[in-house]
T-cell receptor, first 113, second 113 residues
Framework: GESVGLHLPTLSVQEGDNSIINCAYS??????FIWYKQESGKGPQFIIDIRSNMDKRQGQRVTVLLNKTVKHLSLQIAATQPGDSAVYFC????????????FGGGTRLMVKP | KAGVTQTPRYLIKTRGQQVTLSCSPISGHRSVSWYQQTPGQGLQFLFE???????NKGNFPGRFSGRQFSNSRSEMNVSTLELGDSALYLC????????????FGPGTRLLVL
């Protein structure tokens, strides 16, 4: 079946640098995408979302980019901090699917002090 | 306000047994979704309940079932446990099934021996 995947399983960055986490999706019907952060022992935490009628959305220190042509989205974290160390998941869904999210495999972000 | 709570947090069972997990959503949330998280398969959608009715169902065998009560609390049951059912089971609640208002609980870690 169609699923959302990630290119890099582990990303190691220096504190203060910018991080970019990538995600590919295959369901062309998907129209809503979410990035989640999951810390050890906790459930996924909503970071930022984007709808398919947008190419870019910015939050606090985070930006999500969506490229529908190549079915790719990315999460950019500015000035990465030790507290950003976690596993990041992209998830996608489509109209009428409610909370039936399809998750990518996850990328572990490690921030070196 | 209190977040999503799941009980128990940890559970050990043996093959062939059955298990019931409980989820209390955020006050006012009427939708509850369940996900299974394993290292091999990642995060996979199990089912979603809204107003005591199953609204969406993932691709899991009939051994996995759930229900929702009138106070929106939800339970999921796994019968005839298999080793492969060992996983972190996550519950998420949202106002009305809209993923942008969805919050995850900390999960129940199930180990099947």
């Amino acid at each position: 079946g169609e699923s959302v995947g990630l290119h890099l399983p582990t990303l190691s960055v220096q504190e203060g640098d910018n991080s970019i986490i990538n995600c590919a999706y295959s369901n062309s019907a998907s129209d809503y995408f979410i990035w989640y952060k999951q810390e050890s022992g906790k459930g996924p935490q909503f970071i930022i979302d984007i709808r398919s009628n947008m190419d870019k959305r910015q939050g606090q220190r985070v930006t999500v980019l969506l490229n529908k042509t190549v079915k790719h989205l990315s999460l950019q974290i500015a000035a990465t901090q030790p507290g950003d160390s976690a596993v990041y998941f992209c998830a996608e869904t489509y109209n009428n699917a409610g909370n039936m999210l399809t998750f990518g495999g996850g990328t572990r972000l490690m921030v070196k002090p | 306000k209190a977040g999503v709570t799941q009980t128990p947090r940890y559970l050990i069972k043996t093959r062939g047994q059955q298990v019931t997990l409980s989820c209390s959503p955020i006050s006012g949330h009427r939708s509850v979704s369940w996900y299974q998280q394993t290292p091999g398969q990642g995060l996979q959608f199990l089912f979603e309940y809204f107003s005591e009715t199953q609204r969406n169902k993932g691709n899991f065998p009939g051994r996995f079932s759930g229900r929702q009560f009138s106070n929106s609390r939800s339970e999921m049951n796994v019968s005839t446990l298999e080793l492969g059912d060992s996983a972190l089971y996550l519950c998420a609640s949202s106002l009305q099934g809209d993923p942008e208002t969805q919050y995850f609980g900390p999960g129940t870690r199930l180990l099947v021996l």
